[in-house]
């Protein structure tokens, strides 16, 4: 480290994982490790141009939530309660006890309920206005999630979601930092949720050219950084962590298990789907978390990469890491595990790098055979590297050309 004092340290107490990599910290921690991908054929895609996604193994909603409270969500706000649910038992808080007009929640989102949306847009043209349910309103819209978290847990503060596409998880990460850091709040539930798998969300991504056509060999489709990649693999989940200030958390004796030390955000203000070649964007919001948390780029160890395995956005990450950070840090992208989880993608990158701090280990990157001459990075790929992690970061870019970067240290 610099020896200079940090301006702000923000403590993760919890941490709440629901993704394709399984249910739960522990089930995440060794199938990323692992470096073997989860995309499997999804029947109820069948007659779609890509029907292989990443979803979550063996999630039951009913049995997780209740059979009645399951019944009143869409997917996506189940995720994100089960995760949140772990978070908070994971950070040793019980919300009776709390006050909660000082607790937040941040969530980042970008599809909302889509695949309530459909389902009832399909009963109406089937059946007439009068079928629609009467809960569509308070089932899909983007805002719920973050709304049902805070009823279950009796969060009365500072409540919203944000929506900034691949970067919403990242992006809510770093809001509750600075809602900490203002001192509107004492504990913030921040992180981010998506599902999104439906056929009409699916078709528009294959036909925009974002999406992986590997159909003839679903596992080997998310390769990120390799020379044969031909774009993402699509995923599902939710990843929630419990953010305190790091003197708090250490007064009340809590295990920390990183710190979220500094965020950076920006606009490519370029195109609505592809990177800005030159990286402008992300490089401002890289410079401004490493600003933010007084890090010189030489102490970076890992990089948790954006790393989509679409063609451009790799190269140009790529170049981005070289350019700011040079060929030290070890990097990995978890999508050739998971797939790309859109508005829950920053928020489990974040925690995988929380973990790659905890443990000292940097996961591998999935299906990187031959890793594209364009990437001279070194990215970790085979078998996890054993690396003594001090100082990570973390980077989502999404549509639109909206960028979040996060900065993840030891405590």
Known sequence: MTGRHRRFEVAVTGLGLVTPAGIGVEANWETICAGESVARIDESLAGNPVDFVCRVPDFDAAALLGGRKAARLDRVNQLALVAARQALV??????TDWDGTRVGVVIGNSFGGCATYEKEHAAFLEQGPQIVSPTLMVTAPVNMSAGYIAIECQATGPNFVVSTACASGATAIGLARQLLESRMCDIVIAGGTESFLTRTTLASLTNMGAMSRRRDDPAAASRPFDVDRDGFVAGEGAAILVLERAADARARGARIRANISGYGSSADGFHASRPD?????????????LADALVEPEEV?????????????????????????????????TKGVIGHLIGAAGAAEAAYAVLAVQHGLVPPTANLTSQDPQIEVDVV???????????????????????????????
């Open 301 to 333: 160890a890992h990089v948790n990469a954006h790393g989509t395995s679409t063609p451009l956005n790799d190269v140009t990450e790529s170049r981005l890491i070289r350019r700011v950070l040079g060929d030290r840090p070890a990097v990995t992208s």
């Open 277 to 289: 070649p030159q990286g402008g964007g992300a490089e401002r919001a890289l410079r401004a978390a």
């Open 90 to 95: 994971d950070a040793g808080f019980d919300p």
């Open 381 to 411: 790929a085979k078998a996890p590297r054993g690396l003594a992690v001090d100082v990570a970061v973390s980077n989502s870019f999404g549509f639109g050309g909206q960028n979040a970067v996060l900065v993840v240290t030891a405590p």
